[in-house]
Nanobody
């Protein structure tokens, strides 16, 4: 079992930045592909970014490419999402997820085995 806890969300003006953290416990995340997803009110959950076990491969949704950066520190058992140039449409609950049995980065949420409780990000215009 892996427990994931997100933090770092909040209210920010458009154009601002936030850094989300996802702290894992229970098992080391070095064996897991890690991902970030988000869900806005009334919308389906959508993929944001994923990072390979070593951190050597990264995959972004087109909507955040060039603005968001995913990273991981396996020694600290933590994954990060640096969000810059935030837009009102980035407003959502952001979730961290861990996938154990995937061979490559995936944007499909059903392939992830463990999820955090989410952290709210609100971007005002």
């Amino acid at each position: 079992q892996v427990q994931l806890v997100e933090s770092g969300g909040g209210l920010v003006q458009a154009g601002g930045s936030l850094r989300l953290s996802c702290a894992a416990s229970g098992r080391t995340i070095s064996s897991y592909v890690m991902g970030w997803f988000r869900q806005a009110p009334g919308k389906e959950r959508e993929f944001v970014a994923a990072i390979s076990r070593s951190g050597g491969s990264i995959y972004y949704a087109d909507s955040v490419k060039g603005r968001f950066t995913i990273s991981r520190d396996n020694a600290k058992n933590t994954v990060y999402l640096q969000m810059n140039s935030l837009k009102p449409e980035d407003t959502a609950v952001y979730y961290c997820a861990a996938a154990r049995y995937v061979g490559q980065l995936t944007p499909i949420d059903t392939t992830y085995d463990y999820w955090g409780q989410g952290t709210q990000v609100t971007v005002s215009s």
